[in-house]
């Protein structure tokens, strides 16, 4: 499944987590969900919502588990991505329980017909799904509950025979020393950061910016230019180090405030005294810009990208 763009399908709810495996009621709340799938792929999806959703997201205990260090929110926005590695941390699913609900109501309006999709006997099923590993599960607990706009779309493909089923640990992050490796270089009359530029009403960036492609848990950034943020302000050298990453491809980690979590782009700007930033960012299927506030932020600096190989591999 992918997410739709939209209002959510299915709202689902954790109701037993025992090592391996959990139990999650997915229940109907949209007129186009149909009845919730038991398809591999959505039962994966599902396990992935809560580490990129606005509801549990931000829980330290969610956006550090093991899964939400492997799958990004730009992972799980590419349904390539999630059909690929779905069986690796998923081993199966099936339905222990189903009800069909009670037929939307034929009369009184379009406040019965809300009030069916929000409160009524709507379609419901109990899904056992089994991770390949008890950490993949790590991040659920009962009685969590969350929205989702995922919907069945095809399913997981096979798992190839001669791949071990993921597990924490078993892939070796190495950083990249290649500066243009998991990056695109945009031409210069790119439409997307065109728009972006021009609605900012930024300056014109370097050639050959540099512009990442993935989600930020698939980069590092070795050197850490945010280290004399204080109260009063920025200081010069700082101010200085931040303009020479314009047109570069950064990584973030922020302290809390409204930046949530880890973040990637493309620097478009700094500010004169070197308090705010604007970055480019693209995601799968959409783009657009932001504004960061230095003082909120932990660590950043030049991104370079992570690859994962097996650990065992010389």
């Known amino acids: 499944p992918k997410p739709a763009m939209g209002a ?3 709202a689902v709810e954790v109701v037993d987590v025992n090592g391996v495996s959990c139990e999650l009621k997915v229940t109907s709340v949209h007129p186009d969900a149909g009845r919730p799938p038991e398809t591999l792929l959505f ?12 509801e549990h997201c931000s829980d ?13 929110v730009n992972d799980y926005l590419d349904s390539a991505f999630m059909a690929k590695n779905a069986r690796g941390f998923v081993a199966g699913v099936e339905v222990t329980e189903r009800s069909d609900g009670a037929d939307p ?14 409160h009524g006997d709507r379609p419901c099923a ?46 070796q992050a190495v950083v990249s020393d290649d500066p243009l490796d998991g990056m695109r270089v945009p031409a210069a009359d790119d439409d997307r950061l065109a728009f972006a530029i021009s609605s900012l009403h930024a300056p014109p960036l370097p050639e050959d910016c540099v512009i990442p492609t993935q989600g930020p848990n698939h980069y590092a950034a070795p050197i850490n230019v945010i280290d004399r943020a204080v109260a009063g302000g920025v200081e010069p050298a700082t101010v200085g180090e931040l303009r020479a990453l314009v047109g570069q491809p950064i990584l973030f980690d922020p302290s809390g405030g409204l930046e949530r ?7 478009l700007a700094v500010s004169p005294n070197g308090d705010q930033m604007t970055v480019f960012s693209e995601t799968t299927g959409s783009y657009g810009t932001f504004r960061l506030h230095t003082s909120s932020i932990l660590r950043l600096g030049r991104a370079f990208h992570v690859n994962k190989h097996a650990a065992s591999a010389k």
Request: aromatic share 10%; glycine share 10%.
């Open 126 to 171: 109990l899904l056992r799904i089994t991770a390949t590993h008890e950490a993949w599960l790590a991040h659920l607990r009962p009685g969590m509950r969350w929205g989702t706009s995922a919907f069945e779309d095809g399913d997981a493909i096979e798992w190839p025979a001669d791949m071990p089923i993921r597990v924490p640990g078993d892939m």
């Open 105 to 118: 109501p034929a009369s009184g309006g379009h406040a019965a017909w809300e009030a069916y999709w929000r």
């Open 43 to 54: 039962a994966f999806t599902l396990v992935v919502d809560p580490c990129i959703s606005y």
């Open 261 to 267: 979590g880890p973040g990637v782009g493309c620097l």
């Open 60 to 72: 330290p205990a969610v956006s550090g588990s093991p899964l939400a260090q492997e799958v990004s």
């Open 8 to 10: 959510d399908l299915f």
